[in-house]
Structure formats: C-alpha cells, structure tokens
C-alpha cells in the first residue's frame, strides 16, 4: 500500500539486500546453528559487529543492521516527512554504511556513524526536491507517532480529535524550522540523542547542539502559542 510504513516487526529490507547483507539462503540443517549463531551475535556491541563484518562476517552486519532499522527509519520519516522516501533512505543508509565500513575509523560510535550517513542522505533527497513541492499526503506518516509518544506521556490525555490536531499543530511548527535546527531537534528532543552523540552526528561542538535545540523549542513554542497551544503554566515564557 502506498504511504503505509515498512514493517520492521519482521526481519525486512529488499530481498536483493538480503541477499548482499546474510547471503543466500541457508539450507535446512543449517537453520538450527545460523539460530544460535545469531542469538549470540546480538549480544555483541555494535564496536564489535563493525569489527567482524569488516573481517568479512555478513551475519553481523545484519544484526547491526536489525538493531538499529527501527530508529533509522523513525529519523528518516521526521526528516523527509513521507513514508516512502524514508524507507528508501533507510536502505540506502545501510547499502552506504555496508559499502563503507573499510573507512569507519572507530573514532565515533557506530551507531553515530550510521545515523549521519541517514542524516546526510535526507538532507540530500530535501535539497533535491522540487522547490514548488508544499505537500506530502493528506495525511502526514509522522502523526501516528506523534501521538502515541503524546497519549503515552500524557497525565491527563486530550481527546483523541484534539490530540490529532496538536500533532497536526506540531509538525507543521517543526517545518517551519530551518534544516538545521529542526534536525537537531529531532535528534535530540524526538530521538533521544544527549547534545554529545548529536554534535558527532551532525559534526559541531556541544554548545552548538544546545544552542540549537534552545532556539528551535523557543520558535516551536511561540508557533504552538499562536495556534491556542500555549503549554500550561508556560504561556508568559519567551
């Protein structure tokens, strides 16, 4: 179906990945080791799986690659704001990431390492677009998310009618954010990131991540205000 997320309850990507990721499918009396192979492969650090599939292990780069699919994608979505074109985004991430791991010098994370890899292809696909380009769907891939974190955060939760349209108010505040401060915030506020692991993702200093993310909550808030969602207790804030 067109617009709907990927699915990546299950194992997933296009089978020709697959294939260049895990290689070809095993044969019957295999399954029962791959199984225990892989089950001990996920308790290895995300250091260490670079490590082997550099030395040529494919089966931890799919584990690496099945760890961190989910969260990928979720950057991607917030990035691009269409579902398609984050799930392309977060397959190339992992075509590149593969390609590349000879020049992943160890001197970040992996995870990092990956993340900017998805960071730099989406903002690559936004600068790509056409420039009359103002919609997406009728109804925005990002909202469901949204307010699940809001129904699950909330003490005393708004109708869902409500709840739709502040998720609504939301993203339309975070696209009104220059690139760089509405993908430091996703980063950190939507993501999760501390300003360290975001400033090598995005490759600024800490300082620069706070700044960025205080300028772009101020400008989010004064949006929400002006639409009637002033945050309680927080309507006379700059």
């Given at each position: 179906m067109?617009?709907?997320a ?5 194992e997933r990507?296009?089978d020709?990945?697959?294939l ?20 001990a492969m ?6 260490e ?9 494919r ?5 690496l690659?099945?760890r961190?699919q989910r969260r ?5 979505l ?9 799930e392309?985004?977060t397959?190339?991430t992992f075509?590149r ?10 001197r970040s ?5 990956i ?10 696909v936004i600068r790509a677009r056409r420039p009359?380009?103002?919609s997406?769907s ?7 998310g949204v ?5 699950a955060?909330?003490a005393s939760p708004?109708g ?11 993203c339309e505040g975070?696209?009104?954010?220059s690139?760089?401060?509405?993908t430091?915030?996703?980063?950190v506020?939507v993501?999760g990131l501390?300003h360290?692991q975001?400033?090598?993702?995005l ?11 205080h300028?772009a909550?101020?400008k989010l808030k004064?949006?929400l205000v002006?639409?009637g ?5 927080e309507?006379g804030a700059?």
């Amino acid at each position: 179906m067109a617009g709907a997320a990927p699915s990546f309850d299950k194992e997933r990507l296009s089978d020709w990945i697959v294939l260049l990721y895990l290689g070809p499918r095993p044969l019957t009396h295999e399954v029962s080791s791959r199984f225990g192979a892989r089950s001990a492969m996920s308790k290895r650090t995300d250091r260490e799986l670079v490590d082997a599939a550099r030395a040529g292990d494919r089966e931890a780069f799919g584990t690496l690659m099945r760890r961190h699919q989910r969260r990928i994608y979720r950057l991607a979505l917030h990035l691009l704001r269409d579902a398609a074109e984050a799930e392309d985004a977060t397959q190339e991430t992992f075509v590149r990431a593969y390609g590349a791991l000879d020049r992943f010098d160890g001197r970040s994370e992996a995870f990092t390492w990956i993340y900017r890899i998805a960071v730099n292809l989406s903002l690559n696909v936004i600068r790509a677009r056409r420039p009359n380009r103002k919609s997406f769907s009728t109804e925005d891939p990002r909202l469901e998310g949204v307010l699940v974190e809001t129904r699950a955060g909330s003490a005393s939760p708004l109708g869902d009618s409500e709840n739709r349209e502040l998720g609504r108010v939301l993203c339309e505040g975070m696209d009104a954010l220059s690139d760089t401060l509405r993908t430091t915030l996703i980063l950190v506020g939507v993501d999760g990131l501390s300003h360290a692991q975001a400033g090598d993702v995005l490759g600024c200093p800490e300082g620069t991540v706070a700044w960025r993310v205080h300028e772009a909550r101020k400008k989010l808030k004064v949006f929400l205000v002006q639409r009637g969602f002033a945050p309680k207790g927080e309507e006379g804030a700059a």
